[in-house]
């Protein structure tokens, strides 16, 4: 049996991402296995999820760290612990600092709900709204030092309506966003992605140059 790619979740919310990758890993879909989840908050439902699916929870609260620095080697001896292969954020509302990128270089992965480098931050859905974009979507990214600024791997297109709020829109995305981050995750567990620069070559895969998106349609 081929050796399944040891991930290790940060979560601080719902966990709905969490959810689809348990299910990708559950169904064959992303070759791997969650070996650890990890929230900052113990209250957030993706510790829940994660105990419901039989997985390993760690909670390890910010609150309770004089400074960012010792949370963050906590978290990492963490992960280490559980010889995590590949970190992935689903909604983890603490800054990755240099500690996570000295342990896994080229090894933490981030799902942002814009279209990046348009609208980094925090909510993103109602910011794109408001300066009248036509397209919003979702980013997967590998995680750098900067925020959401490192080399992206995959993105999906959501057209924003004119009936659109950041509710309705949100939930668009993140509709979106459960499809395309276990392709991410399997893509990095069949050692497809190569990263030269900010640029992720996928290996074997095929681009259709006709995909062209356009919003509101043109007049037939």
Same mark, same amino acid.
């Given at each position: 049996m081929?050796?399944?790619?040891?991930?290790?979740?940060?979560?601080s919310?719902?966990?709905?991402?969490?959810?689809?990758?348990?299910?990708?890993?559950?169904?064959?879909?992303?070759?791997?296995?969650?070996?650890?989840?990890?929230?900052?908050?113990?209250?957030?439902?993706?510790?829940?999820r994660?105990?419901?699916?039989?997985?390993?929870t760690?909670?390890?609260?910010?609150?309770?760290?004089?400074?960012?620095?010792?949370?963050?080697?906590?978290?990492?001896q963490?992960?280490?612990?559980?010889?995590?292969?590949?970190?992935?954020?689903a909604g983890?509302?603490r800054? !990755?600092?240099?500690?996570? #990128?000295? *342990? =896994? /270089? %080229?090894?933490?992965?981030? !799902?942002?709900?814009?279209? #990046?480098? *348009? =609208? /980094? %931050?925090?909510?993103?859905q109602?910011?794109?709204?408001?300066?009248? *974009?036509r397209?919003?979507?979702?980013?997967?990214?590998?995680v750098?030092?900067g925020?959401?600024?490192?080399?992206?791997?995959?993105?999906?297109?959501?057209?924003?309506?004119d009936?659109?709020?950041?509710?309705?829109?949100?939930?668009?995305?993140?509709?979106?966003?459960?499809?395309?981050?276990?392709?991410a995750?399997q893509?990095?567990?069949?050692?497809?992605?190569?990263?030269?620069?900010?640029?992720?070559?996928i290996?074997g895969?095929?681009?259709?140059?006709?995909?062209?998106?356009?919003n509101?349609?043109?007049?037939?």
């Amino acid at each position: 049996m081929a050796k399944k790619l040891r991930i290790g979740v940060l979560a601080s919310g719902g966990g709905t991402n969490l959810q689809s990758i348990i299910d990708g890993c559950t169904n064959g879909d992303i070759d791997g296995q969650i070996v650890v989840v990890i929230s900052n908050n113990p209250e957030a439902g993706a510790l829940n999820r994660a105990t419901n699916a039989g997985l390993t929870t760690e909670c390890i609260n910010h609150r309770n760290f004089s400074q960012r620095q010792l949370f963050d080697n906590a978290v990492v001896q963490k992960l280490l612990d559980n010889r995590v292969e590949l970190v992935v954020l689903a909604g983890f509302m603490r800054i !990755i600092g240099q500690q996570f #990128l000295d *342990a =896994f /270089p %080229g090894r933490i992965i981030n !799902i942002h709900p814009a279209l #990046l480098p *348009a =609208f /980094p %931050g925090l909510h993103v859905q109602q910011k794109a709204i408001d300066y009248g *974009a036509r397209f919003s979507g979702c980013t997967v990214h590998f995680v750098d030092g900067g925020v959401d600024t490192g080399p992206i791997i995959i993105q999906a297109v959501v057209p924003i309506l004119d009936t659109d709020n950041d509710d309705t829109l949100s939930a668009r995305i993140l509709d979106q966003e459960h499809k395309i981050y276990p392709q991410a995750i399997q893509w990095f567990a069949q050692g497809k992605l190569k990263v030269d620069g900010r640029k992720v070559s996928i290996i074997g895969h095929t681009q259709k140059p006709d995909a062209v998106l356009i919003n509101p349609p043109l007049n037939s």
